[in-house]
């Protein structure tokens, strides 16, 4: 089993930061992709940016300049460093991985439970 614990979310204003964190464990052998989605309310989930093992990486338009994403692979853990923040930035923010367990032959989706950001003065 694969365990996706995410961390560093919480209340921040307008313009303000939040670095958010996301280790993996469990039965791990190799982890492709890792990436942060977020889902507000009402809407669906969307990607907001996600990094190859090789430190590759993509995000969405909406915070492109804003939003930082790196993974410190030896941790197994992935980060989005979040500045500028907006409400509309509000939102459960979910990770996910691609992870080859090491008890099974091929690659799963592994998603955390979330964690909530708001951005509200």
């Known amino acids: 089993q694969v365990q996706l614990v995410e961390s560093g979310g919480g209340l921040v204003q307008p313009g303000g930061s939040l670095r958010l964190s996301c280790a993996a464990s469990?039965?791990?052998?190799?982890?492709?992709?890792m990436g942060w989605y977020r889902q507000a309310p009402g809407k669906q989930r969307e990607l907001v940016a996600a990094i190859t093992s090789g430190g590759s990486t993509n995000s969405a338009d909406s915070v492109k300049g804003r939003f930082t994403i790196s993974r410190d692979n030896a941790k197994n853990t992935v980060y989005l460093q979040m500045a500028s923040l907006k409400p509309e930035d509000t939102a459960i923010y979910y990770c996910?991985?691609?992870?080859?367990?090491?008890?099974?032959?091929?690659?799963?989706?592994?998603w955390g439970q979330g964690t909530q950001v708001t951005v509200s003065s």
């Open positions: 469990g039965s791990i052998f190799r982890i492709s992709t």
């Open positions: 996910h991985a691609v992870v080859l367990s090491a008890t099974a032959r091929l690659f799963g989706d592994y």
